[in-house]
């Protein structure tokens, strides 16, 4: 737990406030991990192995006959050759031969199922179903035209054509799921693409020299002999290279290792990487969050003093001083903001206090209470708390005391200080709101309250007064002219900055004596055996 003299609060930047920031957002740091972990390993679940298997690939532009196509393609630069040549692999003439050779409109649908992991293969049937009831309106053969596209549009995104720079090669690519089949996609398609070349120099021959000239025929043999290759098996060098314009230079081989970066170091960097994004996250929303969560912050933004803060503590109605754990932080930290508040009325002689918030709900009224509890019991001084908060009075709900009688029948002159006022022993004493339908501000704005304050300053050595908030109402900029001095009750992590500096701004033009500030409702972050050594 912090507990770390918070009384004397330098302006710099600690380690310590960055710490804080992650012990502040663990949630945030803890949460960002799991998800980055749990979406990388469902990702790599749902990523089926692929494997890519490579020809390459010469444009020589040599060919059978003289012909402009040719002799335009050896002053064009070899860049654009290669991406002229690579939109000819994926061209319908070129991918449907493959297709039809390899079978692959006959592929089973779950295919992938042989290679993915079983989470993958329950998305495969998903992917499945939904194809069946897509296309189960249309015929057989229908089907078997909508299976042949697809196989042909599929084989397409799997090629990739990569130019080699400075160069007349380029490299042919084909994904596949297996890898002997990634190996016999490639050499097919790249002996489909030197067969559709060579078909072009054959009708270059035919037009010029007939169907029987000796040049034709030769061309036809070799193609015939090509189209028997179209097995994928591997052939000679002397076969492969040709008399094409393209050439295969060196021929697909079975890939031993998957493409993209293996499951396990993807997995290593998710793990490295997940805590910078949490802690990115982290100050992020410490940016933007604009409510006071350290004493720092309340001096350096409000420019006033700190005086003590109070833990937060489920059951904040209770009185602390009736904790049997003596030793705890809450009756430590009472004590010690007693010892302070007490020390500030001495030094300054100052016998009321007045306390209110920015915002309703901040706890203002416990604070009150423990305090005025604590401070007549430990400090033996006569105590008088006084709830002026005629919004919504609730101390005498905590000391379990009856508001039939109080400060707002003392204002409409309905009874006596001394009548209403209610002992809670020899040195604690409260005075209620009471029950009144007229309107607070006007109610604590007469010469009346100056009457009671005189009053309760006679009798009583410390007095405490519970007040309405500053944002919605007037009240405190009346009431605060008959104390000594002002209070102001901050929420941790519920009064923002810019609220609690704006409400202020009333009680400056009443040049009101603000004594310092409160942090209520505390979290203590780091953890003191961390704390102790940074």
Do not use: W
């Not at 199922?113 to 015929?139: H, M, N």
């Not at 591997?234 to 290792?257: R, T, Y």
């Amino acid at each position: 737990m912090e507990n770390y003299s918070e009384n004397q609060i330098q302006h710099t930047q600690t380690p310590r406030d960055y710490i804080r920031v992650f012990f502040r957002h663990k949630a945030v740091l803890i949460t960002c991990y799991i998800t980055v972990m749990a979406t990388v390993f469902i990702g790599l679940k749902l990523r089926t192995p692929v494997y890519e298997a490579q020809v390459k690939m010469l444009i020589s532009a040599e060919k059978q006959v003289e012909s402009p196509y040719y002799r335009d393609i050896m002053g064009v630069r070899s860049e654009q050759i290669a991406l002229t040549q690579s939109e000819i692999v994926k061209s319908s003439p070129v991918i449907e031969r493959v297709v039809k050779v390899l079978g692959l409109y006959n592929q089973p649908p779950d295919y992938e199922k042989k290679f993915c992991s079983p989470l993958k293969a329950k998305l495969v049937d998903y992917f499945i179903q939904k194809d069946k009831e897509k296309y189960g309106k249309y015929t057989e053969e229908q089907q078997k035209a909508i299976r042949y596209r697809l196989a042909i549009e599929r084989l397409k995104g799997n090629i990739n054509v990569e130019p080699i720079r400075d160069t007349n090669l380029f490299i042919i690519g084909v994904k596949e799921f297996s890898p002997m089949g990634a190996a016999i996609t490639a050499n097919v398609v790249s002996r489909s693409y030197v067969i559709f070349d060579l078909e072009q120099q054959l009708a270059e021959l035919q037009l010029k020299y007939g169907e029987k000239h000796l040049a034709v025929k030769q061309l036809q043999d070799k193609i015939t002999a090509m189209e028997k290759s179209l097995t994928g098996e591997p052939i000679s060098d002397l076969e492969a290279i040709g008399p094409a314009s393209v050439k295969i230079i060196e021929q697909a081989q079975v890939p031993l290792e998957p493409v993209g970066t293996s499951d396990i170091i993807t997995l290593i960097l998710a793990f490295i990487m997940a805590p910078f994004l949490g802690v990115m996250l982290a100050f992020v929303f410490e940016y933007m969050d604009q409510t006071f969560k350290s004493p720092r912050e309340i001096e350096n933004f409000l420019n006033m003093p700190f005086l003590g803060s109070i833990p937060k503590k489920k059951m904040s109605d209770k009185l602390v001083i009736n904790d049997p754990d003596k030793r705890s932080k809450y009756v430590k930290a009472y004590r010690n903001l007693s010892d302070q508040i007490y020390l500030l009325i001495k030094g300054k002689d100052l016998k009321s206090i007045l306390f209110t918030s920015a915002l309703m709900g901040e706890g203002t009224t416990a604070v009150i209470a423990n305090l005025g509890s604590y401070m007549s019991d430990k400090l033996d001084r006569k105590v008088l708390v006084i709830d002026a908060n005629f919004r919504a009075p609730v101390i005498h709900k905590m000391l379990k005391l009856s508001n039939s009688k109080g400060l707002s029948n003392i204002l409409e002159e309905k009874i006596s200080f001394a009548k209403a006022v209610q002992k809670i022993n020899d040195n604690f004493s409260v005075l209620t709101a009471g029950d009144s339908e007229l309107n607070p501000t006007t109610l604590l704005n007469t010469s009346d309250m100056a009457d009671v304050m005189k009053e309760a300053t006679k009798k009583y050595d410390i007095i405490l007064i519970d007040s309405a908030n500053l944002t919605g109402y007037q009240d405190v900029v009346v009431t605060a002219p008959y104390a000594d001095g002002v209070v102001l009750v901050v929420d941790e992590g519920k009064t923002r900055k810019q609220v609690a500096k704006a409400a202020l701004i009333s009680l400056e033009s009443k040049q009101v004596n603000m004594l310092g500030t409160i942090l209520n409702n505390r979290t203590y972050s780091i953890p003191k055996v961390i704390y102790d050594r940074i």
